[in-house]
């Protein structure tokens, strides 16, 4: 039934573009808020920079070589005072060229994706216990997400929150090095991780092609002979519940920053009374 097709596609739609700017708008939310604790803060948006920035335009760049665009100039790290930016990648690309075109979207949210692959991958050399609490809690929402246990979803995101700070602390007792590094990564990079305006404003030119692809692919899926079109919907969910997981994967991460965050704020509260 059309109805079908219209109903998936929907549901696609929301995975792999609404989803995703939900989060991007929560992690700069998030980002406003570790600096409004520590009040300011541009010491601190400096230092974690030198990490966090890098992996932020770099990020850009690699989309932009895997969709064809041309770097025209690329600065992994700067101090720019009057306009505040850290880090930038100017590229340029054939407007009439779909690939291209579509490519702005997947260049825009990079930061956000690779950020957090960034520190996943990380995790599992340095912290293996944290990489696996994160691996398991990406298997068990793709696993509620396949069932629609949408409450299941929210309460995962919690429990996640809770255990990685239980490893943390763990690890913090323990006195190794490991954590250390992570806890700067963390801190760095989700930081510097969520998407600017001029982000944002690239990737939303590409959202009509973008959609009517995703459509054009449904389409054709759902002309083909046999069961064709249900495994082609099956591939789709289960690499939209992946990106569902690793964006609130994301999150969570984004929202460790704000832990330390805290802890300085009530320290320097009765300070600043």
Known sequence: ????LFSHMCIHL???IGVVYLVGFLISLINRAFYRLLGGGRFVCYATGLIGTPIHELSHALMCLLFG????????FCLDRRSGVLGYVNHSYNRRNPYHVVGNYFIGIAPIVCGTLVLFLTMRWILPSAFAVCRDYLSDFVDWQGQGEVLRQVEGVGALFVSFLFVLYTEICAGGWQIWVLLLLILSISIHMNLSGAD??????????LGLLLLFCHVVAYLLPGD????FVRALDLAGNYLAGMLMLSLTLSLMSLV???VIWLIKRPFTR
């Open 1 to 4: 039934m059309w109805q079908d």
């Open 14 to 16: 929301f995975f792999f």
């Open 69 to 76: 665009h041309r770097i025209r100039e690329m600065r992994l």
């Open 200 to 209: 944002i404003k690239g990737s939303l030119g590409a959202l009509p092609l």
């Open 228 to 231: 064709a079109y249900m495994a």
């Open 260 to 262: 330390p965050a805290l």
